[in-house]
């Protein structure tokens, strides 16, 4: 299982500037699916005394926790960055794959997987990398960058977020100067014009609290407590489906959603907080946060949690979000806005696509936040629907502004709860085709080229690189005691120029673009996987991995689990490749072996098969070419002197 190593920040801004320019997209989202307001309409609202430009933003999850997905949200129109949830135990063994979002949406991914030092690292990271790429006008002059609101997320238990390490990750949080003077010693060559710029020190001072499952109202009182007096954080709780009751999400899923399938875990009701419970804590809890100048809000909903009856992980229970969620969701907060007496502030999560989000904000669920939807093809692109069909609401009555969109559908609660209930499209029916799959196997090279993969992935892992298609003959040596004879080889074909690859540093195998691949095996596991450094290249490569040293013109690589090396010497038309029995000289040109000595005691001699090398040269060339510029190539890609790229950098 390969580890998450997030690529630095230099790295990443170094990419986002030479891409933009080159290919018109950052970290792969295209310029167009770039969220760049729309003329006369404001987006903008308040979440626990803070301005945003938007009411959006991805749910903690996987496009809030490197910085590469926070940028990519904010690109698509976020403006309410809910951050992935940290807790004290960070090393965790999430079992793989974690997500499945074929049709419902469930996962069994809980928690971050950096430690807690990294998801710090992000967080400030993605911030400076935002205040850098609006000082460089990249975008234009116009484009509206806005205000920005990062989220913390924590969980789980009272004992893990007042422990010293969860307390000074808040707190580091809150004031971010040493790790952001850390950061800006790293902006070197043309991004040192970066360094002074005043990055702003307070990353955050609100908090999305997760509690496990069973949590008591006490625990939920003391941490907010806690985070509320001690830590001087504004908190939003987010609150279980199950607050809804057994009989009542019955009721919702089987009888009127038709999900049969889906099998309740009826301890998940017993034990988590009780409806009468959460209507006198809330407003006990909203009295002590007025009393230090603080705000506490809640968040309908988390996900629901029910037993495994798939076969995609191997856990007993998952968590549901999606479609139905949507629906629990939407009827928990009218239940909770009928029976609490106080006016309390409420964020919204549960099934946010394009299509709901205007009605979710026109019931004052402030910010509205997704995450399954993002998870479909498109990914991130998928975005700016939600924002410009949020905008044709708005027009459409007249308003400008969210408040008086708001203001519009006052009164209107139960009609539109009532109706998202009756929608076919949150039914069974609608939800439970999964992605076509064509019975076609995966390979190194080659697929249909759907590029699903690539969007699908909420790290930017999978990429696209350019080869050239060829059938290209070559042989085979055996090294003997008495020289190098040739013997028969065979022939490599490459169909397609335009071949998928993946960045393994930063892909967590959650599982998420094997779903939605039509063709077999994984792009995860059978495209090449490249690693960002020898390091983590040595320690996770398996059966199938590649470093690309770009400072010493070499390539490492593992093919169906043996290691090889070629390093290239273009000017003098040489390459020395080196196999576990073997290393020999080869010609490039003709790909004739000249020299080679057998690492193995072997009298018979060596036979030397040539398809790892040829595969290697073939990948050193094609990944080194500038015309794409993606994770395992920024390290050695050159700024072209004196352009746009040289002004911008
Ligand atoms: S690997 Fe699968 S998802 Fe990716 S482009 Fe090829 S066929 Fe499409
Ligand atoms: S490449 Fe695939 S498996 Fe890896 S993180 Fe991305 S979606 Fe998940």
């Given at each position: 299982?390969?580890?998450?190593?997030?690529?630095?920040?230099?790295?990443?801004?170094?990419?986002?500037?030479?891409?933009?320019?080159?290919?018109?997209?950052?970290f792969?989202?295209?310029?167009?699916?770039?969220f760049?307001?729309?003329?006369?309409?404001?987006?903008?609202?308040?979440?626990?005394?803070?301005?945003?430009?938007?009411?959006?933003?991805?749910?903690?999850?996987?496009?809030?926790?490197?910085?590469?997905?926070?940028?990519?949200?904010?690109?698509?129109g976020s403006?309410?960055?809910?951050?992935?949830?940290?807790?004290?135990?960070?090393?965790l063994?999430?079992?793989?794959?974690c997500?499945?979002?074929?049709?419902?949406?469930?996962?069994?991914?809980?928690?971050q997987?950096?430690?807690?030092?990294?998801?710090?690292?992000?967080?400030?990271?993605?911030a400076?990398?935002?205040?850098?790429?609006?000082?460089?006008?990249?975008?234009?002059?116009?484009?509206?960058?806005?205000?920005?609101?990062?989220?913390?997320s924590?969980?789980?238990?009272?004992?893990?977020?007042?422990?010293?390490?969860?307390?000074?990750?808040?707190?580091?949080?809150?004031?971010?100067?040493?790790v952001?003077?850390?950061?800006?010693?790293?902006?070197?060559?043309?991004?040192?014009?970066?360094?002074d710029?005043?990055?702003?020190?307070?990353?955050?001072?609100?908090?999305?609290?997760?509690?496990?499952?069973?949590c008591?109202?006490?625990?939920?009182?003391g941490?907010?407590?806690?985070?509320?007096?001690?830590?001087?954080?504004?908190?939003?709780?987010?609150?279980?489906?199950?607050?809804l009751?057994?009989?009542?999400?019955?009721?919702?899923?089987?009888?009127?959603?038709?999900?049969?399938?889906?099998?309740l875990?009826?301890?998940?009701?017993?034990?988590?907080l009780?409806?009468?419970?959460?209507?006198d804590?809330?407003?006990?809890?909203?009295?002590?946060?007025?009393?230090?100048?603080?705000?506490?809000?809640v968040?309908?909903?988390?996900?629901?949690?029910?037993?495994?009856?798939?076969?995609?992980?191997?856990?007993?229970?998952?968590?549901?979000?999606?479609?139905?969620?949507?629906?629990?969701?939407?009827?928990?907060?009218?239940?909770?806005?009928?029976?609490?007496?106080?006016?309390?502030?409420?964020?919204?999560?549960?099934?946010?696509?394009?299509?709901?989000?205007?009605?979710?904000?026109?019931?004052?669920?402030?910010?509205?936040t997704?995450?399954?939807?993002?998870?479909?093809?498109?990914?991130y692109?998928?975005?700016?629907?939600?924002?410009?069909?949020?905008?044709?609401?708005?027009?459409?009555?007249?308003v400008?502004?969210?408040?008086d969109?708001?203001?519009?559908?006052?009164?209107?609660?139960?009609?539109?709860?009532?109706?998202?209930?009756?929608?076919?499209?949150?039914?069974?029916?609608?939800?439970k085709?999964?992605?076509?799959?064509?019975?076609?196997?995966?390979w190194?090279?080659?697929?249909?080229?759907?590029?699903?993969?690539?969007?699908?992935?909420?790290?930017?892992?999978?990429?696209?690189?350019?080869?050239?298609?060829?059938?290209?003959e070559?042989?085979n040596?055996?090294?003997?005691?008495?020289?190098?004879?040739?013997?028969?080889?065979?022939?490599?074909?490459?169909?397609?120029?335009?071949?998928?690859?993946?960045?393994?540093?930063?892909?967590?195998?959650?599982?998420?673009?094997?779903?939605?691949?039509?063709?077999?095996?994984?792009?995860?596991?059978?495209?090449?996987?490249?690693?960002?450094?020898?390091?983590?290249?040595?320690?996770?490569?398996?059966a199938?991995?590649?470093?690309?040293?770009?400072?010493?013109?070499?390539?490492?690589?593992?093919?169906?689990?043996e290691a090889?090396?070629?390093?290239?010497?273009?000017?003098?038309?040489?390459?020395?490749?080196?196999?576990?029995?073997?290393?020999?000289?080869?010609?490039?040109?003709?790909?004739?072996?000249?020299?080679?000595?057998?690492?193995?005691?072997?009298?018979q001699?060596?036979?030397?098969?040539?398809?790892?090398?040829?595969?290697?040269?073939?990948?050193?060339?094609?990944?080194?070419d500038?015309?794409h510029?993606?994770?395992?190539?920024?390290?050695?890609?050159?700024?072209?002197?004196?352009?746009?790229?040289?002004?911008a950098?």
């Open positions: 299982m390969a580890e998450l190593v997030p690529v630095p920040l230099p790295l990443l801004l170094r990419r986002a500037f030479l891409e933009y320019q080159r290919e018109g997209k950052i792969d989202l295209p310029k167009s699916k770039f760049r307001g729309i003329p006369g309409l404001d987006f903008s609202v308040s979440f626990h005394g803070h301005r945003a430009s938007t009411p959006l933003g991805p749910a903690a999850g996987p496009h809030g926790q490197l910085a590469q997905n926070i940028v990519l949200s904010w690109l698509g403006r309410i960055i809910e951050l992935k949830t940290i807790q004290i135990l960070d090393e063994a999430i079992p793989r794959p997500i499945d979002a074929a049709n419902v949406g469930y996962n069994v991914e809980w928690s997987e950096l430690k807690l030092e990294q998801s710090l690292r992000e967080y400030v990271g993605a400076m990398f935002l205040e850098i790429l609006q000082a460089s006008r990249l975008l234009g002059e116009d484009f509206p960058a806005g205000e920005t609101i990062f989220d913390m924590a969980g789980y238990n009272l004992e893990g977020i007042r422990s010293a390490r969860v307390r000074a990750w808040i707190e580091s949080m809150m004031n971010a100067r040493p952001i003077d850390e950061l800006r010693a790293t902006l070197d060559g043309p991004l040192a014009r970066y360094r710029l005043p990055f702003p020190t307070q990353i955050s001072d609100t908090i999305s609290l997760s509690t496990f499952h069973g008591p109202a006490g625990e939920i009182e941490i907010v407590g806690f985070l509320i007096e001690e830590m001087g954080c504004h908190v939003c709780v987010k609150m279980n489906p199950t607050l009751g057994y009989e009542e999400v019955d009721h919702l899923l089987h009888e009127v959603l038709g999900y049969h399938e889906i099998q875990h009826r301890q998940a009701f017993d034990n988590d009780r409806f009468d419970e959460a209507l804590l809330v407003p006990r809890l909203q009295r002590r946060a007025q009393a230090c100048g603080k705000s506490v809000s968040k309908f909903s988390n996900t629901l949690v029910v037993k495994n009856h798939k076969q995609v992980f191997s856990d007993e229970l998952m968590y549901m979000s999606g479609p139905p969620l949507h629906v629990l969701a939407l009827n928990l907060i009218r239940k909770f806005r009928e029976r609490m007496k106080e006016s309390v502030p409420i964020s919204f999560s549960g099934g946010l696509d394009a299509q709901n989000v205007a009605n979710a904000v026109a019931l004052n669920l402030i910010p509205v997704t995450c399954t939807d993002l998870l479909r093809p498109g990914g692109a998928r975005l700016v629907r939600y924002l410009e069909n949020l905008g044709a609401r708005m027009t459409a009555h007249g400008t502004n969210i408040p969109f708001i203001a519009r559908h006052a009164g209107q609660e139960a009609a539109l709860v009532e109706a998202a209930t009756a929608d076919p499209r949150y039914r069974w029916e609608r939800n085709g999964t992605p076509r799959k064509i019975a076609s196997k995966l190194l090279y080659d697929c249909i080229n759907c590029d699903k993969c690539v969007p699908d992935c909420p790290n930017d892992a999978n990429f696209v690189y350019e080869t050239a298609p060829a059938a290209i070559y042989d040596f055996e090294l003997l005691p008495e020289g190098i004879r040739r013997v028969p080889g065979g022939v490599l074909r490459i169909v397609k120029a335009h071949q998928l690859a993946n960045y393994a540093d930063v892909c967590n195998e959650c599982g998420n673009c094997d779903i939605f691949c039509p063709e077999d095996g994984g792009p995860y596991k059978e495209k090449p996987r490249f690693f960002g450094t020898l390091e983590t290249y040595r320690k996770h490569a398996g199938n991995g590649f470093f690309m040293d770009h400072a010493a013109g070499a390539i490492y690589g593992t093919i169906s689990g090889y090396e070629l390093t290239l010497d273009r000017a003098a038309d040489r390459a020395r490749f080196a196999t576990p029995a073997a290393e020999v000289e080869i010609r490039l040109s003709d790909n004739e072996v000249l020299s080679g000595v057998g690492l193995l005691a072997c009298p001699g060596i036979l030397l098969d040539l398809l790892p090398y040829l595969k290697l040269k073939l990948l050193y060339e094609a990944i080194r500038p015309r510029v993606h994770f395992a190539n920024v390290a050695g890609l050159q700024e072209v002197n004196g352009g746009n790229e040289e002004s950098l």
